[in-house]
């Protein structure tokens, strides 16, 4: 997942961590976009301030709030 950001987006993807931590954030246009990897069953993540768009990428489940895709649904709108 992160080497798919880095290469949709070079020297925009930074690691987070302020009290809690995203897998990976991608500064695009002065705004944050946060990505969180979660593998197992549970899939919730804390809330984020100062983070409003987070994605979190699972192994199969689907959600509208908060945004929740399948690993291979994120990896295939990448063209990379």
Same mark, same amino acid.
């Given at each position: 997942? #992160?080497?798919h950001? %880095?290469r949709a987006?070079?020297?925009k993807?930074f @690691?987070w961590?302020?009290?809690? !931590? #995203?897998?990976?954030v %991608?500064?695009e ?5 946060? @990505?969180?990897v979660?593998?197992s !069953?549970?899939?919730?993540i ?7 768009n987070?994605?979190?990428i699972?192994?199969? !489940?689907?959600?509208k709030?908060?945004l929740?895709?399948?690993l291979?649904?994120f ?6």
């Open positions: 997942v #992160i080497e950001l %880095v987006f070079p020297e993807v @690691f961590k302020n009290g809690s !931590e #995203i897998d990976a %991608v500064l246009k002065e705004r944050l976009y946060g @990505f969180e979660k593998w !069953e549970k899939t919730e804390k809330a984020q301030n100062q983070i409003k987070i994605t979190i699972t192994k199969k !489940e689907y959600a709030t908060p929740k895709l399948p291979s649904v990896l295939s709108i990448f063209d990379v």
